[in-house]
Each structure stands twice: as C-alpha cells, then as structure tokens.
C-alpha cells in the first residue's frame, strides 16, 4: 500500500459506485437544505424592504397591528404630538392597503399594495420616487413597481416605451406616471406609490387622518432608544412606538413565528440534515461492514481502535468536502430559476454558504460516529 495516499481515501475511491451514490445523496441533501435556507430568508428580506427603505429613525404603529398585511389604523394626532419633543425634527404620516388592481390588458384582477405618503418629501429610498415626487401631485397619478410580477401587465414595458399607461384601481381609474423599484414579496406581488391625496381618492371609505404607520425624523445627534423610550412614556398605549431597526425585526418575528411559512422553511432545511445524515451512514456502514476482516486484520498487527476511528471520520469530512461542491453549484443554478420565476430575492450569501458547509460536515461526522460502533465486532480473534 503507498503510504502517501491515505487509508481513508483508497478505501472510498476503491468502489467508484458507491462514491458516487454517496455524493450525489450528500449534495441532494445540500440542495435541499440550501433551497431551504435560500426561501426563507427571501421571506424575510422580501417582506423588510419597504422597512429598511424608510429615511427615518422612529416609527408609529396601532399597537393592535401585526404586520403590514395586518396594519390597523390611528389617529395622526398621535404622530404630531411627537413634535412636542425637542429632539424630533419632523413627523410624516403613511397610510397603507391592499385593494384589486385589474390587468388593463387581460381584466383579471390581482391584489395589490397601494402606500400613500405626502409628496413634499421623500422618506422612501427606493429608486424612482425622488425624481416622480412632483408627479404625484396629479389627480389620480400612481408610480408602479418596476419589479411587480407580470401578471399585473406589461405596465413597466409599455411605460418605458412611452406609451400612455391607465389601468383601473379599486373602480377607479388611475395613470401610471413613474416606475419604482421595491419588489415583490411573500405578503405582495406588486406594489404602488401614491400621494396622499390620490390615496383617499382611491379608498374612499378611509377616513383621513388615520393612518397606518407614522415615521419620525428625528434631529442630528439625537438618539433613537432614548427617545422612543420618552415617547412610550408620553403618548398613549394604543401606540407601538419603534425604532426603525425593532420595526424591521417587528414584520420579521411575525414571518418568522406568527407563520407557519417560516416553521415549514425551517422544518425543510432539518429534514434535509436528516436525510444526509442517513444517507451517508448508510455508505459508512457499508464500507465498514465490507471491511471487516480487513480491519481485524490491522487490529492484529498493532493498529489501535483509535486510528480506526480516526480513517471513519477523515472518509466522513472527505464525503462532507467532495459533496458540498455540486451542491451549492447546483443551488446557485436554482437560486437563479427560482429568482426569475418569483421576482423574490433568493440569493447565495456567504453566511449561508458557510452554515451549510458545516452542516455537511457535522453531518457526516454524526453519522461516522455511529457507523464506527460496528468496529467493535471487528475481532482478530474472528480471523486467527
């Protein structure tokens, strides 16, 4: 036997068959869990965009409310009794809803979120609302998600082609004068920026003044904790007051606890651990079994049980190494699929990428270290 070439990797390239199985089982399970992985944090990221978007330090919400698929009302009272504070610099209401947008091409309705904000001032950085503000200060005048899914019509293809771009919202017609860009997401396949005015033109039966989120600037220097903290203090309990950073975290706890699309995410990604896990025992045991004679045999000749167990393990990470290669290559083609077919932002991050790989790895590991119990049997006895 060439001494240079270790034990552990003679005796998984001696059956190229079974090796082969063996990867193709640890990057299935890969796939699996980086698909898995890869969803879930689309639903969350997808679903905080227009959050981190927000150019302010403070935010307002009913205390009733859960998410923003679940937002409920307040009197804008409350937002602008925040400017008695001395550090707050201003205050800008957001109202917010869902109503039926109908494809002015096909006339099939499709739901769609619709936020409503002052046009004076920008406090969403989202590309293409800056330069459309003035626009919205026409009557019935919306600016669309570029990144909306096709099923709402080719309305960012024909705008940009120049054409004149209506569609009926709510029984209410309306012009499309600008294209934004925030993307879909679990809660919404498309989205509308409007001013405040066209907002209530649009919902009529929503009484203005009552808003749904109220989102505080505050002075330089002034610091966000302390005075969300005074704020609690002095406005009533019927409002969450929030940093912006707890408000990201405030839609993510609910997509991640208060769903059970996060749970079957999660779920997903320990079933593929498991199914590696067995896979690979199987291969280990296998190989183990096969060699049983041989492993008594260097038992009797002075190995110790320890090297033994050290060659199970080196073949359980060189199995953990070789498989993790196809699999995120593989993921990064589905990553691309899944992209394109959703408009979600799944994409590879190098966090992931490095859980994964350990994943693998104590995968393999678990299961070489119920495979080596079979060397117990492996007596010299047996075979002298």
């Not at 504070?85 to 091409?105: C, E, G, M, R």
């Not at 969300?228 to 950073?245: F, S």
């Not at 690979?280 to 190995?303: F, M, N, P, R, S």
């Not at 790989?357 to 047996?382: E, F, Q, Y």
Request: aromatic share 10%.
């Amino acid at each position: 036997m060439n001494q240079k070439i270790p034990l552990s990797w003679l005796q998984l390239t001696r059956e190229k068959t079974r090796l082969a199985v063996a990867l193709a089982g640890i990057s299935f399970a890969d796939i699996l869990m980086f698909m898995q992985l890869g969803f879930r944090d689309a639903l969350y990221y997808s679903n905080v965009r227009f959050h981190n978007s927000l150019q302010g330090d403070i935010v307002l919400i009913n205390s009733q409310s859960s998410a923003v698929l679940a937002m409920r009302s307040f009197s804008q009272r409350r937002l602008y009794k925040a400017l008695e504070l001395p550090a707050v610099q201003s205050v800008h209401p957001i109202y917010l809803d869902f109503t039926i947008w109908k494809n002015p091409i096909t006339g099939r309705p499709r739901s769609i979120l619709i936020f409503g904000m002052n046009p004076e001032t920008n406090i969403v950085n989202l590309p293409g609302v800056q330069e459309n503000l003035e626009k919205l200060k026409l009557p019935d005048v919306v600016l669309f998600d570029r990144s909306s899914r096709i099923e709402y019509g080719p309305i960012a293809a024909n705008f940009s082609q120049g054409k004149t771009v209506t569609a009926e919202v709510r029984r209410r017609r309306i012009k499309v004068e600008g294209l934004f860009t925030l993307g879909a997401s679990f809660g919404a396949d498309g989205n509308l920026i409007t001013s405040d005015i066209n907002f209530l033109r649009i919902f009529s039966n929503r009484q203005k003044g009552l808003i749904d989120i109220g989102l505080i600037r505050l002075k330089p220097g002034a610091d966000a904790q302390v005075v969300a903290q005074e704020l609690r203090q002095y406005l009533p309990k019927e409002v969450n007051v929030l940093t912006k950073q707890e408000f990201i975290d405030f839609e993510r706890n609910y997509w991640a606890n208060s769903t059970a699309i996060g749970f079957i995410f999660t779920l997903g990604t320990v079933m593929g651990f498991i199914v590696g896990t067995v896979i690979v025992y199987q291969i280990l045991y296998t190989e183990v079994a096969d060699h049983l004679a041989e492993y008594a045999t260097l038992k009797a000749i002075g190995y110790t049980q320890n090297y033994l167990l050290t060659v199970i393990l080196q073949e359980a990470l060189l199995l953990a190494v070789l498989g993790y290669f196809p699999g995120i290559v593989f993921s990064l083609f589905m990553y691309q699929s899944a992209r394109d077919a959703t408009l979600l932002p799944v994409f590879m991050s190098f966090d992931r990428a490095v859980m994964v790989l350990i994943l693998t790895m104590l995968m393999c590991i678990i299961s070489g270290a119920i495979a080596v119990r079979k060397l117990r049997s492996a007596d010299p006895a047996d075979i002298f």
